[in-house]
Structure formats: C-alpha cells, structure tokens
C-alpha cells in the first residue's frame, strides 16, 4: 500500500473509534484489552496520535520517551473525545503536508520515515478501533488489502525483529489463508527468529479466514472458535499466550 492510501485508512479507522466512544460510556470495559475502560482506551489513542506526530513535524531522530512532552496534560472526560479529535485530525495533516523525504525516528523498516508512519499509525489506530467497537459486540470488518497489509506488518515486521520472543523447542509451523485475498503466509517457529514465507497449505496448524479475521486473530482481536482450523489446534493458544505488542511509552494517569 502507497502512504497516501495508508493515510486514508488512518482517516477511517479514527473516524470509526470517535464515533464508538462517543456512543459508549467512557467507564465502559473493553473486552479485547482487559485491563481498559473506554477512556483508557481514547486516552492512549489520542497520546500515540501525538506521539506520532511530534517525530514527523519535529523530525526528531530519537524517540519521544516522554509522552507529557508532546501530548500536554490529558482532558477530564467532557472534553476526552473533541481532544482525541484534535490529535488525529493533527496527525493526518501532519502527514499529509510532510516532506516525502522527512528524516525522523522509526523503529521498522520501511521505504521511508513518512511511509513508516503513516503505515503504522493506520493499523495502530484500526486495532484499537476494533478494540473501541468490542464492547458494542460488532467490530467493523477490516478491507481485505488493508488487512493483508496489516499482517504483513505484524508478522514480517514486528514478530521478525531481533529479541523477539516467540520461540518453540522444536520447529512448528503455521499456514494462515485469507479466504477472501489470494494471500496466505507459511510461519515456521522453533528455538531461531521465525521465518515468513508464502503459505503452502503444509503445516502443524492451519487456519483459514477472511483477511480481516486473520488480522485480528494475530493481534489476539479474534478467538480461534471463528476460523477452519485444521491441525494442532494448541499453536494458536501460544500465540495467544506469547504474541504480546506493548507501547512503551504510557505517562502516569490519574
């Protein structure tokens, strides 16, 4: 995908979880992350908009290790969803006026830092946007491209950087197909880094979905019980288990 179309997802995805805080409690759990109330959830959103954004406009070449710096102190909660309005609407004109070829910090690779960005804020801000609908018990299905984009990023980028750590004693394998993209990965796991390899349907485990679902299995959005799963069965549980993406960069909230 081209950053002009990832920032389009970008405008979607945060139009989507503004429309479902607003028609939520800010008090209201959320299923797919435990530990957050929905103003936890617009909370974090609307400080990594700003985090994101400050890299960009400020072409900073370290990262922002404080997000009090860039984000300023968070609203009470009649003003919560105008300020999530407020970073978002930011970081698309951020983006969107930027330099192609802006130097700042990124932490995956990617052709360049605004693609990085803008790619990484779009399937940030739709994971969450999933997370935002959970509660109403209907989640949004992702667009089939976007999707495999997604799962490109997480498996290719995130889960096969070094340190990370998802590891099996011996070797395992994993073979994903998205039933609606002619699309499918073959992830094989062991005590090594893993390895991403176009699918072949040959694996321990099998699992067969739209791209959307898939998407949101990886991000541990989805149970298993969704798909045609074929084979070992238990390789999803450690998935679930040990595929965790943490943001390091959470401030103190009351």
């Known amino acids: 995908m081209e950053i002009v179309e990832h920032v389009a997802e970008l405008r979607v995805q945060g139009d989507l979880l503004a429309v479902a805080a607003e028609a939520t409690d800010l008090d209201t759990p959320i299923p797919t ?94 994971v969450h946007r999933a997370d935002g609908e959970s509660p109403g018990g209907r989640i949004t299905a992702f667009d089939p491209a976007f999707a495999v984009d997604g799962i490109d990023e997480l498996l290719v980028g995130f889960l096969s950087r070094p340190g990370e750590d998802l590891h099996t004693g011996s070797p395992r394998t994993l073979h994903l197909e998205a039933t609606d993209a002619t699309m499918a990965w073959l992830v094989r796991l062991g005590p090594e880094a893993i390895q991403v390899s176009p699918g072949d349907g040959s694996a321990d485990c099998v699992v067969r979905g739209t791209a959307s679902d898939l998407h949101l299995l990886l991000w541990n959005r989805r149970s298993a019980d969704h798909f045609d799963v074929q084979g070992d069965a238990s390789l999803l549980t450690y998935w679930r288990d040990t595929v965790q993406i943490h943001w390091s960069r959470a401030r103190e909230t009351p």
């Open 33 to 126: 992350c435990p530990e957050w109330r929905m103003r936890d959830l617009v909370r974090h959103m609307g400080d990594v908009h700003r985090w994101a954004a400050g890299h960009v406009a400020e072409r900073r070449m370290l990262p922002i290790k404080k997000v009090e710096e860039i984000g300023g102190p968070l609203p009470g909660d009649a003003n919560l969803l105008d300020w999530f309005r407020e970073g978002h609407a930011n970081l698309l004109r951020t983006l969107e006026t930027a330099d192609p070829d802006v130097q700042c910090w990124t932490f995956l690779p990617a052709p360049s830092p605004l693609a990085f960005w803008a790619r990484r804020q779009a399937h940030e801000t739709g």
